[in-house]
C-alpha cells in the first residue's frame, strides 16, 4: 500500500522535535517556576542533553535489532510514558528525583528515536525525495520547539493563574503532552510505510556471539565513518557551521524577554509567544520548505553558498535590536521573521550534508555519528554562552556572534560536493516509499 510521505514526514519530526524541546528547554522553565536556582537549573538540563550526543554508542543495536519501524513505534510510546511520569511526579514530595528520572528516560529514548526515524526517512524515501522533503522535516522539528517552548509553556503560564498552583498547573501540561505522545504512537503504527530495505540484519558468522558481532560491527561503523572522503572538512563543517546558532539559540530569547533596564526588549509572554510563535513559525516554514526546494532541483552543491548567507547575514538584526532597542511590535516581528526565515533556508544545506556524508553502508548509523556531532556543536558554546553574555553585555555579545559566523564560511569553503546530490533524476531511484 503507498503513503504518501506528506502523511507521515511532518508527523514524525514533529514528534522527534516536541521531546527534545521538553527535555532542554521547558524542563529549564518549569525547574525556574519551581523555585530551583539558576546554578542548579544549568547544571541539571545541561546534563539532560548527553543522550542526544552520545547515542551512537548504542545506533549498531537501531541497524542490527529489529527494524526503524519498529524502534520509531516503541520509542514513541516510551516518550509518552516518560511524560506521564513527569507530570505524575511533580506535585509529590520527591519532584525534582522523579521528574529528573523521567527526563532522563525522554532523553535516551527520544535520542534513539532520532536514530531510528533519521535512518527511516532515508530507506523510506528516494533520494530526490529526501532532498525535497529535508526543508519539510526540519520545518516540523522547529515547529515543535516553538510548540513547545512557546504554546505549551503559555498554557502552563495560564493555568497557574486559573488554579493558582504551579505544580499542579505544569502537571496537567505534561499530561497533556503524554496523551498527545499516545495519539502519534497510534497514528504512526498505522501510517508508517513498510519499505523493503527497512528488515532486521541476521548475523552471518554464526560462530560469533550477538555481543561479539554487535561490537564488531560498532567498530566497522565508526571505522568507517572515519575513513570517508573529506572526512575532516566534513567534521569541522559539522561541529562550526551552526556555531552562531550555538552562541544565539538560548541568549535570543533571553534578550526577546530580558527587561530594557537589562538590555533587552521586555517582551511580555504573551508578545513572546507572537513573535516566536505565529511570525517565527511563517518565516522559519517558507524558509525551510523554500531551501528543501531549492537543493531537490539545482542539487546542494548550487545552493550551497546561498544557504550559507542565509544562515548567517540575518544574525545581523539581533545587532540592531540591541542597539536601537524598538518599542515597535512591528519592528521586531519583521526582524524575528528575517532571521528565522534565513534560519531555516540555511539549515537545510547542513541537514542535507549530513544525508550525503552518510551515504553507503551503515547509513543509519553514520546518520547518527553526524547528529551527535550536530548536538555537539550547539552544546558547547551554549555552556558558555549566557556566562558571556553577562560579561559582555547583549549589544558586544550580538557583534561576537557575527564574528562567529566567518567559521561558518569557512567550513563550507572546505566542503567538496558532488555536484549531482539532491538533483531530481529523470528515472526514479529504488521506489522504496510505499
Known amino acids: 500500500m503507498r503513503r504518501n510521505p506528506w502523511a507521515w514526514v511532518p508527523t514524525l519530526y514533529f514528534a522527534e522535535g516536541l521531546p527534545n524541546v521538553a527535555v532542554m528547554t521547558i524542563s529549564l522553565i518549569m525547574y525556574k517556576r519551581l523555585g530551583l536556582s539558576n546554578a542548579d537549573i544549568t547544571l541539571y538540563t545541561s546534563w539532560l542533553s548527553l543522550p542526544w550526543v552520545i547515542k551512537p554508542l548504542w545506533s549498531p543495536f537501531i541497524d542490527i535489532i529489529k527494524t526503524k519501524r519498529w524502534w520509531i513505534i516503541s520509542m514513541q510510546l516510551l516518550v509518552g510514558a516518560a511524560l506521564g511520569g513527569v507530570a505524575f511526579t511533580i506535585p509529590g514530595p520527591y519532584w525534582l528525583q522523579g521528574s529528573l528520572a523521567f527526563f532522563w528516560l525522554m532523553a535516551f529514548s527520544s535520542a ?4 531510528a526515524a533519521d535512518g527511516f526517512y532515508m530507506l523510506g524515501l528516494n533520494q530526490h525525495r529526501q532532498a525535497y522533503f529535508v526543508g519539510i522535516r526540519n520545518t516540523f522539528f522547529r515547529i515543535a520547539t516553538i510548540f513547545g517552548q512557546g504554546l ?8 497557574e493563574v486559573i488554579t493558582r498552583n504551579v505544580r499542579y498547573s505544569w502537571s496537567l501540561m505534561f499530561y497533556g503532552m503524554a496523551g498527545l505522545f499516545i495519539a502519534f ?24 556471539s550477538p555481543s561479539t558481532y554487535i561490537l564488531l560491527e560498532f567498530w566497522r561503523t565508526v571505522k568507517t565513518f572515519f575513513k570517508k572522503p573529506q572526512v575532516l572538512a566534513g567534521l569541522f563543517f559539522m561541529l562550526f557551521y551552526r556555531m552562531p546558532e550555538g552562541l544565539l539559540a538560548k541568549v535570543s530569547a533571553l534578550f526577546l524577554i530580558d527587561t530594557q533596564a537589562e538590555g533587552g526588549l521586555g517582551l511580555s509572554p504573551a508578545e513572546y509567544g507572537l513573535v516566536q510563535g505565529t511570525v517565527g513559525i511563517i518565516g522559519l ?7 528543501g ?7 546542494l552543491k548550487r545552493w550551497l553558498w546561498p544557504m550559507v548567507m542565509a544562515i548567517t547575514l540575518p544574525d545581523l538584526v ?7 532597542l524598538p518599542e515597535s511590535l512591528f519592528v521586531i516581528n519583521i526582524c524575528v521573521f528575517i532571521e528565522q526565515f534565513g534560519y531555516g533556508f540555511g539549515f537545510s544545506a547542513y541537514m542535507l550534508y549530513l544525508i550525503y556524508y552518510s551515504q553507503g553502508e551503515h547509513k543509519t548509523a553514520h546518520y547518527a555519528l553526524c547528529t551527535a556531532f550536530m548536538a555537539l556543536s550547539i552544546m558547547i558554546p551554549g555552556f558558555f554562552a549566557g556566562a558571556l553574555q553577562e560579561s559582555v553585555g547583549y549589544q558586544t555579545f550580538f557583534l561576537i556572534v557575527i564574528a562567529a559566523c566567518s567559521l561558518t564560511y569557512i567550513v563550507s569553503a572546505l566542503l567538496d560536493i558532488d555536484p549531482e ?5 529523470e528515472i526514479r531511484e529504488n521506489p522504496t516509499d510505499e
Do not use: C
Open 185 to 208: 504512537w497510534m497514528w504512526h503504527h498505522y501510517i508508517l510505510p513498510h519499505p523493503s530495505e527497512d528488515s532486521q540484519r541476521y548475523i552471518q558468522d554464526p560462530s560469533l
Open 112 to 115: 534513539t528515536h532520532d536514530i
Open 285 to 291: 516554514t517558507i524558509g525551510g520548505i523554500l531551501g
Open 318 to 324: 539581533y545587532v540592531y535590536l540591541s542597539y536601537a
Open 293 to 299: 526546494i531549492a537543493a531537490s532541483r539545482d542539487g
Open 152 to 159: 505549551l509553556v503559555m498554557l502552563a503560564g495560564n493555568l
Open 421 to 425: 546530490f539532491g538533483k531530481k533524476k
